[in-house]
C-alpha cells in the first residue's frame, strides 16, 4: 500500500532567500535509518527539477511504502533532502533528523 508525505524543503542558516538557476536537482527521500552504523533503507523517493528563479521553499510529495514504514520505529522513520548541480555535485543538504511525519524539511549550503 502507498501513502505520501507532503511538505516543503526552506533554506536556513544564511540561504533562505537564495535563487536557483535551473538546472539543480532536489531529492527527497522518505527512509528507515532506524539500524545502527547501517545504510538507510529507501522507503519512497521524489526528484525535482528547479526552475529558473525559484526560491524557498519547495513543496514536496514524496510516495513511499506504508506496509514497510508501519514496521519502522518512529525515531527511524526519516526525510532526507539535497539539492545537487546538473553535474551531480552537492549543493545544500539538512544536517539533522527529519522525521517523515514532519511537513519541513531545513537545508543549508553544503
Known sequence: MTAI?????????????DTFNGNEI???????????DASAIPLGEQQITLKKGEKFPISFNVEYDEGAASKVP????TLNATIKDDNGELLYTNDTR??????KIEVKKF
Open 5 to 17: 508525505a507532503t511538505g516543503i524543503v526552506i533554506g536556513k542558516d544564511g540561504c533562505e532567500a
Open 74 to 77: 518512529d525515531y527511524g522513520f
Open 26 to 36: 532536489l531529492t527527497i527521500a522518505v527512509q528507515n535509518t532506524a539500524r545502527m
Open 98 to 103: 527529519t522525521s517523515a511525519r514532519s511537513n
